[in-house]
């Protein structure tokens, strides 16, 4: 669902690269706009999953995140991953392209979805990325 120059899916439905960006002042249009366009695109999405049965239109943000996972799982790709902190739940951007000093890239610790740091050996043992996992097989 994302790679190292995205954020983790959770951040990317609550907008945190719109937000970042505009903090960096790196957005090319003005934030409302960003912001606007941000939504109507997941809002795309979203419809599919719904139409593809994979999302009720109550979803909450976790039924969400596993849809989406259900949804690369129906791709002919033989080979699938998950972001680390995805299976961490954490919203964070691993990497911000075009910065340098600006952000901490690659110096972000992994964190769950409330910011609290955790090892990968937590990952092991959490249902989260447990039932996260189980969506892409």
């Not at 960096?24 to 706009?33: F, H, I, Q, W």
């Not at 964070?92 to 910065?99: A, D, E, F, K």
Request: hydrophobic share 35%.
């Amino acid at each position: 669902m994302t790679t190292h120059d995205l954020p983790p899916t959770a951040g990317y439905l609550e907008h945190v690269h719109v937000d970042l960006r505009h903090e960096l002042g790196l957005l090319t249009r003005d934030l409302d706009e960003e912001v606007e366009f941000d939504r109507q695109e997941q809002a795309e999405m979203l419809e599919v999953l719904r139409q593809r049965g994979l999302l009720r239109a109550e979803g909450d943000e976790e039924a969400t995140i596993e849809a989406l996972h259900k949804y690369l799982a129906w791709t002919p790709a033989l080979l699938r991953g998950i972001s680390v902190s995805d299976l961490a739940g954490d919203t964070r951007i691993i990497n911000q392209p075009g910065t340098d000093e600006e952000y901490p890239n690659w110096r972000l610790p992994l964190a769950g979805h409330d910011g609290t740091p955790l090892l990968l050996d937590d990952l092991v043992t959490s249902p989260w990325a447990r039932r996260l996992a189980r969506c892409v097989r």
